[in-house]
C-alpha cells in the first residue's frame, strides 16, 4: 500500500512501487491531466509538481514520492474555476490540439513558485523540457508572462510585451 | 631588550618589509601595452583565420567565454575556484569591452605570460600556464581568428574573490612558485601524429587542467602525478594515464569517435565538462583530432584496461538484495532506457557497466549525471538523459548509485553516498 | 441586441444565396487524400450538403431546446470544432453554449471522408451553416403558417421565433411539430454580416476549458468499465519484423494474455506498467530485415535513379515573349520528415453483440471503417469508427494503424474493452513518413528582368498511403494470408500531391510543370500536412529571390511584378508593410526573407516575412521577427486562423531548419526524440504578428496548411541574405558535415 498527497488529498494506491506515478495517476487516481508522451523524460507531457518542482511523471517511480506533495493541473483550478495560470492559458488561447499544455502549465507554475520575475532567457529555459508539436510556443510564452502579471511580477525583458 | 633595540628591529624589518615589497613589486609590475586601432577584419588571411578556427576549438575557449544564453566569445560564463568566481572575459574584438584595442603583442604576452593589455595579472583559470607553449605561429592565427569574429559589447559580471585574493599582484607570486614554462619539444622517437598530439593535448586543449590533481594553490600536480584525475565544474575528470579506471582499452579509434561524435560505444556518451569538449573537437580538424587520440591513448597504455579487458559481471539478484530500494528505482525510474530491449540498447547504445563512472574512486560522476543528465553533446541529436534532480532526493539518489555500484561497479563500496550527492548538487550549481 | 437589429434579418425572402466559387469540381474529399467518398446527389447546394441534402443529416433540435449538429469532419486540434458551433449558432440563433457538435461517427455524422487538404470549412462548415439558416426558415415558415403571418414580418432570437406583437414559439416546440428530415433549399441566404454575433468574431476554443484542467479530453483518457490494456509487438522500425518469444511473454507478470494472428502479436493485461516491462522484454527478441522492403538508396539524389511515372501537369506556351538572357538551374530538395505528434497513437475498440467498435483519432473514420471491415472479416454495418481526438497528427500517422491493431485484439477477447497505446519508439519506426522530395527549377529572365521561362520538375512518392483496405493497415500485413495493400496513385490536380503547388500562381509566359511520380517506397510514406506544397514553395519560393537577386530587383516588388491576383498582391502588401520591408537595415548575420503562396492555388492566400540571423561558429539561428499576411476568405474566428497559421509557422521553421529522418538503408535510426530533434523554446522566434484579412461573404479558404511552403522559403530567403551562402537543401541549419 502506498500513501501519496495528491492536490492537498491523500490518496492509497496498492501498486508496484517501481511504477511511475504518471500511470498512478491516470489510472489509479483518474487524473487525466498528465499525458503519455514518451515514457522516457523528453517531452515533457507529464510534468507535474513535486513539493514545487517539476518532475517527469515518467520517470518517477510511485514508491519514491514519499511525503511530498503532488500537485497535477487538477490541482490548479477546474473548467468551472480555473486557477491564474489556467485563466492565462484561457486568455491567449494557449493551445492547438493541447496535449501537451497540462505539462506546460505545470512546468509554467512550477517557474511561477520560484520566480515572478524571471528573465525572458530563463523563462525560455525553464520551459524547454517541455515540447510542442503544434507550434503554440509564442501562445504559451504569452500566458506565461500573463500568469506571472497576475502574480504580481512579470518577465524582465519580454521577447513580446504582455498586453 | 632595551628599547633603542627594540627600534633597531623594528627599522630592519620595515626596511627589509620595504624591500621585499620593492622587489615584489618590481616583480610583479608589468607595463601596459598601448591600445591599438581594431584592426580591420579584411586584413587578415583567410587562411590564417581558419587556422586560428581550429585552434580555437581544439583549445575548447568558446567553452570559458561565452555564457549561457549569450554569444560565442563573449565571455560572462562562471568558472568557480575555491578562491572565488571568475568570469570568462569578452574575447570578442570590442574596443571597448572585448579585446579590440588589443595589439598582436598584448595577445601574445597574455597567451604567453599571463598578462592583460593594461598590466594586470591574469588568474591561470585562463590556462597560459599551457598556453605558454602555444607556437608563434598558432598564436597569431588565434589573434586574426578572434579579430574577425563579430564583435560584441559585453561586460561579464565582476568576478567574486575571496579577498585578498582580488587583488591581482598577488599572482605573481603565484606565478614564481609554479609557472615555469617549458617548451614543447618533438620527441623524435614518435610518430608525427603522437607529436602532434601531445603538443595540441599539453598546450592548446589544456587536458591536464581538468584531469590533473591540484596542489592547495590550484597549481596542476605535475611529474608522476600529471593526468592521475581532477575536478572541473563539479566533476571528476578520472585518470587518463596508466591508472585510468576505465574497464575497456581506449584505443585511438575508440578515442577519435569519442572525440568527433561524442560517443564511444566501448564506453559511454560524453557527460558534463566533456560535452563541451567534445562539442569543439567534432568541429576541429579530424587529422588533429586523430592525433589527440594518438597521444592519449599512447598516455593509457599502460592502464589495466588496455592490457586486458576484464569480463563484466551483472550482480543483479545481489544488488537488489542488498539495496532493495535503489532496485526499485533503478526499476522505475532508469530501466527504462538502460536495460537490455530498450530503443537505444537494441540500436547499439554502450550498457551501464561500459562507462568509466561506475568504475571510478569516487561516485561524483554516476552522481552527476543522475542529478543533471546529459545532453547530445556535439549535434542536436545524440545521447540524452533527462536530469533527475527535483524527482529523486539525496538519499534516493544515494539508494541507486549504491544498487548500481553493487550490481556493476569494480573496487570497494562508496562510503557516506547521501552525503556525496549533497556535496554534488551544491559544486555543480 | 436589439429586435430591430433581428427584424432586419430577411427571412424567406427568397434572396438567391450567393453564389459560391464552383469548388464541387476540386472539392475531392480530404483534397484527394483517401477514399473518393460519397456522390453528389444534390450538385446545387453548397459544400457537404451536395452529398447529403436532408437537413437532419446536420441538424437536430431536441425537445430541451439543445440543438445537435452533426459533422463528418473532425477536431484535430485546428478549432473547426469552435468554428462549427460558430457558424451553427449564429446561423440558427441561438446561443452557443446551446450547441453539441458531434463529430465524425460512421454511425451517427455525414460521409465527409478525411479531415485533411484544408477543407473542413469549404465542404462541412459551409454545410453546416447553409443548413442551419434553412433550418431557421423552415421553423420560421412553420411559426407563420401557425400565426397567418407572412414569415417575412417574423425574427428569431435565441431559439425563439417571435412576432414583435407578443406570439412566440421555441424551436424545440416548432422542431417537435415537423420534420427535418427534407431536402435542404439552395436559395436560402446567409446571415448578413452586420448581424452576425459570432462569426467573424474570435469566440474562445469551446474545448479548451475541459483540456486545460484535466478532463478527459482524448482517446488515451478513455477508460470504459472492465478495459484492459495491450501492447502490440512489433520490429523496431518500419522495414524490421520481430520474432518475439511469446511462450516466454505468457509468463511475464502481469501479461494477462497474447493475441497472436498470423505474425500479428501483441500483450493484453489489466495494468500498463508490467505491459511496458514485458514490452521491453519482448524487444529483446530478434529481429530481421523484412526482405519486401527495398533498401533506401542514398537520398535525395536516389529520388533521381528510381522507377517513375512521369506526366506534364500545366503547361504554356508564347513565342512572343521576349528572348532569355540570363538563366537559373537550381535543385532543392528535402528528407523524410516525421509528423511528431506528442502523443504516440492510441485506439481503444470494444466487440459486443456482434458489433465492433472501434474509438479512434483517425482523420478518416468512413474509409478506416472499410479497412477495419474487411480486416477483421466482418460487414462493414456491424464495425463503427468513432473519433475521439489524440494529439496533433498533422496527416497521416499511427491514428488507423493502431486502430486495426485494436481491432483484431478485440475481436480477439468478445465483450472486454481493449486500449491500445503504441509506445514512442513505435510511433517513430512505425508512423508513415512525409516523402522525401527533389525538385528542379530552370527558369529564365528576359533583359528587362522578368521571368519569361519556368520550368518545375519535382520527384516524389505518393503522399498518401491511408488506408482503404485493410492492406494498407499494418496488422492487414501482418495476418496470414496478408492483404494486399492498395497500389499508390498521385492525387490529381487541382490538388495534387507531390506535385501540390508546383504550378506557379505567377503569370509566366512559357512554363512546363512535370511531375515525377515514384511509385516505389523503400519508406513508408503518407500524407504530411501541405504534402507537396512545402517543399514546391520552398522551391519556388527560393527560385524567385535568386531571379530576383539576379535582375537586381527588390524580392517583394520581383513577385508583385509577375502577379495579376489582386488578392495574392494584397497579403503580400500587407506584410510587407507590416514587417517594415522597405525601412530594413542590413546588418552582419542577419537578414530579411520574403515568400509568398496561395495554398493549392486555390487556398489560402498567405505571404511571410522573417528577419533572421545565424550566429557564427554556432550556426544556431535566431528568426527575430515573423510577421504573417493570411487571407482565408471569410474568418468565421480570426483568432483560430491567427492560431493555426503561427502554430504552421513555428512547425514549418522546425521541418525546414532542423528535421531529417534518419534511416541506415535498411531502417529508421531515429527511435525517440532524442534522435529526431524538433524546435525547442529556446529557439523559437522573438515575435511572430499575423494579420488576418476578413473577407465576410466569401468562401472559405481553409487555413490549416498555407503557412508551411512560404515559411520554408522565407527561411531559406531571410538566411541567404544573411550569410551570403544560398543553401537548397533542407534542413537548413543543417548538422555537422558529414565525416566518414
Known amino acids: ?60 517511480p510511485v514508491g519514491a514520492v514519499g511525503t511530498r506533495t503532488v500537485t497535477t493541473v487538477e490541482g490548479l483550478g477546474t473548467a468551472a474555476a480555473p486557477g491564474d495560470v489556467q485563466r492565462a492559458f484561457l486568455h491567449e488561447q494557449a493551445a492547438q490540439c493541447g496535449y501537451c499544455i497540462p505539462g506546460m502549465i505545470a512546468r509554467a507554475e512550477g517557474l511561477l513558485r520560484k520566480t515572478v520575475t524571471p528573465t525572458e532567457t530563463e523563462l525560455r529555459s525553464a520551459m524547454a523540457p517541455s515540447l510542442c508539436r503544434c507550434g503554440t510556443h509564442m501562445r504559451i510564452l504569452r500566458a506565461v508572462r500573463r500568469a506571472a502579471v497576475m502574480r504580481g511580477g512579470g518577465v524582465v525583458e519580454p521577447a513580446e510585451p504582455v498586453t | ?316 539478484a545481489l544488488a537488489s538484495q542488498r539495496h532493495p530500494e535503489g532496485a526499485r528505482l533503478y526499476a522505475g525510474a532508469c530501466a527504462v532506457c538502460h536495460e537490455p530491449g530498450a530503443a537505444m540498447m537494441v540500436a547499439g547504445r554502450p550498457a551501464l557497466p561500459l562507462g568509466t563512472p561506475l568504475h571510478e574512486a569516487n561516485p561524483r560522476d554516476t552522481i552527476q549525471v543522475i542529478l543533471k543528465g546529459l545532453k547530445p553533446p556535439v549535434a542536436p541529436r545524440g545521447p540524452y538523459m533527462p536530469a533527475f534532480a527535483d524527482a529523486l532526493d539525496d538519499r534516493q539518489v544515494a539508494e541507486v548509485v549504491a544498487y548500481l555500484q553493487a550490481r556493476h561497479g569494480t573496487g570497494p563500496a562508496w562510503p557516506d553516498l547521501e552525503k556525496d550527492v549533497a556535496a554534488a548538487r551544491k559544486e555543480g550549481e | ?152 414580418t417574423l425574427f428569431t432570437r435565441d431559439g425563439v421565433v417571435l412576432d414583435g406583437q407578443g406570439r412566440r414559439a421555441s424551436y424545440a416546440e416548432l422542431a417537435a411539430s415537423t420534420s427535418l428530415a427534407v431536402r435542404a433549399r439552395a436559395d436560402v441566404p446567409r446571415k448578413p454580416v452586420a448581424a ?100 533506401l538508396p542514398p537520398m535525395p539524389a536516389g529520388l533521381l535513379e528510381m522507377r517513375r511515372e512521369s506526366s506534364v501537369i500545366d503547361t504554356r506556351r508564347d513565342a512572343s515573349a521576349a528572348p532569355g538572357v540570363r538563366r537559373l538551374s537550381a535543385r532543392y530538395d528535402r528528407p523524410y520528415l516525421m509528423h511528431g505528434a506528442i502523443g504516440p497513437s492510441c485506439a481503444v475498440a470494444l466487440m459486443a453483440e456482434g458489433q465492433l467498435t472501434v474509438w479512434t483519432h483517425s482523420q478518416g473514420v468512413e474509409p478506416l471503417r472499410t479497412a477495419i471491415a474487411e480486416l477483421v472479416a ?137 511531375s515525377h511520380f515514384l511509385p516505389d517506397m523503400p519508406v513508408r510514406v503518407s500524407a504530411l500536412r501541405g504534402l507537396g506544397a512545402h517543399l514546391n514553395i520552398f522551391a519556388l519560393e527560393s527560385a524567385i529571390d535568386e531571379l530576383a537577386a539576379a535582375a537586381g530587383r527588390d524580392p517583394v516588388a520581383f513577385r508583385l511584378a509577375h502577379l495579376d491576383d489582386p488578392r495574392a498582391a494584397e497579403v503580400i502588401r500587407r506584410a510587407a508593410a507590416r514587417f517594415g520591408w522597405n525601412r530594413y537595415r542590413p546588418r552582419p548575420n542577419r537578414g530579411r526573407g520574403f515568400a509568398f503562396a496561395r495554398y493549392k492555388n486555390h487556398g489560402a492566400y498567405c505571404a511571410v516575412a522573417l528577419d533572421v540571423e545565424r550566429i557564427p561558429d554556432e550556426g544556431r539561428l535566431i528568426v527575430h521577427r515573423a510577421v504573417v499576411a493570411v487571407d482565408s476568405g471569410e474568418a468565421v474566428n480570426p483568432d483560430g486562423i491567427r492560431n493555426q497559421v503561427e502554430g504552421g509557422l513555428l512547425q514549418s521553421l522546425s521541418w525546414t531548419a532542423y528535421e531529417a529522418a534518419g534511416h541506415d538503408g535498411t531502417r529508421r535510426t531515429d527511435y525517440d526524440w532524442s534522435g529526431y530533434p524538433i524546435l525547442r523554446f529556446a529557439d523559437v522566434p522573438h515575435s511572430v504578428v499575423v494579420e488576418v484579412a476578413d473577407r465576410p461573404g466569401t468562401p472559405f479558404l481553409g487555413t490549416g496548411e498555407c503557412a508551411q511552403g512560404p515559411t520554408a522559403a522565407a527561411l531559406a530567403n531571410a538566411l541567404a541574405a544573411a550569410t551570403g551562402v544560398r543553401t537548397r537543401s533542407m534542413p537548413l541549419a543543417g548538422g555537422l558535415a558529414t565525416r566518414s
Open chain 1, 1 to 60: 500500500m502506498i500513501d501519496l498527497t495528491v492536490n492537498g488529498a491523500t490518496a492509497r494506491v496498492d501498486v508496484d512501487p517501481a511504477t511511475p506515478l504518471l500511470y498512478v495517476l491516470r489510472d489509479d487516481l483518474r487524473l487525466h491531466a498528465a499525458k503519455f508522451g514518451c515514457g522516457l523524460g523528453q517531452c515533457g507531457a507529464c510534468t507535474v509538481l513535486v513539493d514545487d518542482r517539476p518532475v517527469f511523471a515518467c520517470l518517477l
Open chain 3, 1 to 152: 441586441m436589439s429586435g430591430q437589429a433581428s427584424r432586419r434579418d430577411i427571412l424567406g425572402g427568397l434572396l438567391v444565396a450567393f453564389a459560391l466559387a464552383p469548388t464541387a469540381a476540386l472539392a475531392q474529399t480530404g483534397g484527394g487524400e483517401g477514399s473518393g467518398g460519397p456522390p453528389t446527389v444534390a450538385p446545387d447546394l453548397p459544400g457537404t450538403l451536395a452529398k447529403f441534402p436532408d437537413l437532419d443529416a446536420w441538424i437536430r433540435i431536441g425537445a430541451d431546446g439543445r440543438v445537435t449538429v452533426f459533422t463528418g469532419k473532425v477536431e484535430l486540434g485546428t478549432g473547426v470544432k469552435t468554428a462549427m458551433a460558430q457558424l451553427a449558432a449564429d446561423e440558427l440563433d441561438v446561443a452557443i453554449g446551446r450547441v453539441d457538435l458531434i463529430t465524425a461517427d460512421t454511425a451517427l455524422t455525414p460521409n465527409e471522408g478525411v479531415t485533411a487538404g484544408s477543407q473542413t470549412l469549404e465542404q462541412s462548415g459551409t454545410a453546416i451553416a447553409n443548413a442551419a439558416a434553412c433550418v431557421r426558415l423552415l421553423l420560421a415558415e412553420i411559426a407563420a403558417a401557425r400565426w397567418g403571418v407572412a414569415a417575412t
Open chain 2, 1 to 316: 631588550m632595551s628599547r633603542p633595540g627594540i627600534r633597531r628591529i623594528l627599522v630592519i624589518a620595515v626596511v627589509l618589509l620595504g624591500l621585499c615589497g620593492i622587489a615584489f613589486a618590481a616583480i610583479a609590475y608589468r607595463p601596459a601595452i598601448a591600445r591599438v586601432t581594431r584592426p580591420d577584419p579584411r586584413q587578415f588571411d583567410p587562411a590564417l583565420v581558419a587556422r586560428g578556427g581550429n585552434l580555437a576549438r581544439l583549445g575548447n575557449c568558446v567553452s570559458c567565454h561565452q555564457a549561457a544564453g549569450g554569444r560565442p566569445y563573449a565571455g560572462g560564463y562562471p568558472i568557480k575556484t575555491p578562491f572565488g568566481t571568475i568570469y570568462g572575459s569578452n574575447i570578442t574584438p570590442d574596443a571597448a569591452t572585448g579585446i579590440g584595442s588589443w595589439s598582436p603583442a598584448a595577445f601574445r604576452r597574455a597567451m604567453r605570460e599571463g598578462v592583460g593589455r593594461d598590466g594586470s595579472h591574469l588568474y591561470p583559470a585562463f590556462p597560459y600556464t599551457h598556453y605558454a607553449g602555444v607556437a608563434d605561429g598558432d598564436v597569431d592565427a588565434l589573434y586574426a581568428f578572434l579579430m574577425t569574429r563579430p564583435a560584441l559589447r559585453a561586460v561579464p559580471p565582476a568576478n567574486r574573490m575571496i579577498p585578498p585574493l582580488g587583488f591581482r599582484p598577488l599572482l605573481a607570486g603565484w606565478k614564481l612558485l609554479f609557472f615555469h614554462p617549458q617548451p614543447v619539444v618533438a620527441d623524435p622517437r614518435q610518430s608525427a601524429a603522437w607529436n602532434r598530439g601531445r603538443y595540441i593535448g599539453e598546450t592548446l586543449a589544456h587536458c591536464t587542467a581538468c584531469h590533473s590533481p591540484r596542489g592547495l594553490l590550484q597549481q596542476e600536480k605535475r611529474g608522476d602525478q600529471a593526468y592521475d584525475g581532477g575536478w572541473s565544474g563539479g566533476w571528476y575528470a578520472p585518470p587518463i594515464n596508466a591508472h585510468s579506471p576505465a574497464v575497456r582499452a581506449w584505443t585511438v579509434e575508440r578515442l577519435d569517435a569519442y572525440f568527433r561524435t561524442g560517443l564511444s560505444t566501448a564506453h559511454a556518451a560524453a557527460a558534463g565538462p566533456m560535452g563541451p569538449v567534445t562539442y569543439n573537437l567534432a568541429r576541429a580538424a579530424p587529422a588533429d583530432v586523430r592525433a589527440l587520440a594518438t597521444y592519449y591513448a599512447w598516455q593509457m597504455r599502460a592502464a589495466p584496461a588496455a592490457r586486458a579487458e576484464p569480463r563484466l559481471p551483472d550482480r543483479r
Open chain 3, 196 to 295: 452576425r454575433r459570432l462569426i467573424g468574431r474570435p469566440v474562445p476554443r469551446v474545448d479548451l476549458p475541459a483540456k486545460l484542467t484535466g478532463l478527459p479530453s482524448y482517446v488515451q483518457d478513455m477508460r470504459l468499465p472492465d478495459m484492459v490494456h495491450a501492447r502490440v509487438l512489433r520490429g523496431p522500425s518500419s522495414g524490421t519484423r520481430l520474432t518475439p518469444d511469446l511462450a516466454a511473454l505468457r509468463r511475464q507478470p502481469g501479461v494477462a494474455r497474447v493475441v497472436q494472428v498470423g505474425r500479428f502479436a501483441a500483450i493484453v493485461g489489466p495494468r500498463e506498467w508490467p505491459l511496458e516491462q514485458a514490452l521491453r522484454v519482448a524487444n529483446q527478441g530478434a529481429w530481421t530485415r523484412d526482405a519486401a522492403v527495398p533498401a
Open chain 3, 378 to 514: 466482418m460487414p462493414a454495418d456491424r464495425v463503427r469508427c468513432v473519433h475521439r481526438e489524440g494529439a496533433g497528427c498533422y496527416g497521416h500517422n499511427g491514428a488507423d494503424d493502431v486502430a486495426g491493431d485494436a481491432a483484431l485484439i478485440a475481436r480477439a477477447m468478445p465483450g472486454v474493452p481493449v486500449r491500445l497505446q503504441w509506445s514512442r519508439e513505435q510511433e517513430h519506426g512505425w508512423e508513415p513518413l512525409g516523402p522525401a522530395m527533389l525538385a528542379q527549377i530552370d527558369a529564365t529572365l528576359d533583359a528587362s528582368g522578368r521571368i519569361v521561362d519556368w520550368r518545375h520538375q519535382v520527384w516524389s512518392n505518393t503522399h498518401s498511403t491511408r488506408p482503404v483496405a485493410a492492406g494498407d493497415l499494418l496488422a492487414g500485413v501482418e495476418v496470414v494470408p496478408p492483404f494486399a495493400p492498395t497500389p499508390p496513385k498521385p492525387i490529381p490536380q487541382p490538388n495534387g500531391g507531390g506535385d501540390r503547388n508546383a504550378i506557379p500562381l505567377y503569370r509566366f509566359a512559357n512554363q512546363s510543370i512535370v
